[in-house]
């Protein structure tokens, strides 16, 4: 080391100096009244070139992608713009918002709606996917749009709302489905409604008596933190139980304001969780993703999920390999808190639903022990009880009173007993192929003489 004669090393005793915000200097005549009002940074997001060229220096690649006909929508808040890294082409704020040509470019497995969720919709904008829950999508309108959007088939466009009707039919749907016991807002982002649309829909919710927990799946807090105020927290907080899922990629999303609106929502009694989406060259390194969960907590949102990305047009070059979230999983459990460490999950194509995947924490098993070994590589052995007497679920009322959708009972179902087996549609056809010869019930029979017989 060069010790003081680094032109790089502060001098002994500052403070190394925070830039100003960018905000200052780019937006120089907007007064904090209307950079803190959310119908401001709406009506002023950024989407032509111009737009952009002010605040970074925008690269080929990205001038194509903006010039692009028929891409995705575009739009992004002055809030996030102005945290991009002008001189940074790999700036991780940056690339979730701004288009490049490489999201032009079709990839393998890729498809228009990789989670099968318009097959899984009984009526227009609601999924039902799983037994007691259901997906409903709100509105087509996001504060900014990210380029690995799930849902790019239906988001974005202005011109295809969801209507009263719609609505009417989801709320119907759901009031018939008694098993529908927790109902999901999502879209589009649900706190881009006006509010009275909102407190609506979420009333006309809390009137179902089997809608037991209404969630909201939101980005607004990231994107549009001054949105979250004191008078949509008096609103929200009369539908409790009521929870929020906030997507948030990277630590330099956790700004000041977001610090505050995510305080606002807490206070609010709202339970909040985080949604990651694994993305390359964004987030896709252990340390990056144990700095934004351990920043989370802080700011009272535990992490829920990281997803894996999904197969959607547009995403290609987001994509990682599935390893990477094992990577990450067996950095931050053991490492860190444990309500620091999300679910990693597969949304798997086809419509199969979220899958965890995780490393292996279970090495061997005999029938008195168990082998497991813990994050730092240390292996022992866990003796198993040789009293235990079988849970009966004949004098068990939960037991007793628990109605499992047939078809929706899994491997759940064989280990309860109820069914045997799980076998793919056509499994039975084909094994009975062998009474299909001239079976001769003698064993063995020498297979190359058995149709000549
Ligand atoms: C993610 C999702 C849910 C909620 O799943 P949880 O694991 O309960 O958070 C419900 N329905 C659909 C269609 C989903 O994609």
Known sequence: MKGAENEFEE???????????????????????????????????????????????????????????????????????????????????????????????????????????????????LVHRYPDRVLMLVTTQCASYCRFCTRSRVVGDSKAQFSRTNYDQQLDYIAHTPQVRDVLLSGGDPLMLSPRVLEGLLSRLRAIPHVEVIRIGTRVPVFLPMRINPELMAMLRQFHPLWMNIHFNHPKEITPEVRQACGMLADAGIPLGSQTVLLAGINDCPNVIKTLVQELVRIRVRPYYIYQCDLVHGAGHFRTPVGKGIEIIEALRGHTSGFCVPTYVIDAPGGGGKIPIMPQYLISQSESRVVVRNFEGFISSYVQPTDYRLHDPATCAYCQAARPEPGQEGVEGLLAGHTMAIAPEGFDQVHQRLTRIAWQPVWPVPVATKEVV
């Open 11 to 125: 001098p002994p005793g500052e403070e190394v100096e925070e830039p100003p915000p960018r905000r200052t200097t780019l937006w120089p005549d907007v007064s904090d009244q209307q950079w803190n009002d959310w119908r401001w940074q709406l009506t002023h997001r950024l989407n032509t070139i111009d737009d952009f060229a002010r605040v970074i220096r925008l690269t080929p690649e990205e001038v194509a992608g903006l010039l692009a006909p028929g891409h995705f929508r575009v739009d992004v808040t002055p809030h996030f713009a102005s945290l991009m890294d002008p001189n940074d082409p790999n700036c991780p704020i940056r690339r979730q918002v701004v288009p490049t040509i490489r999201e032009l470019v079709p990839f393998e497995a890729e498809m228009a709606d990789s989670l099968a969720e318009d097959a899984h919709s009984p009526v227009p904008g």
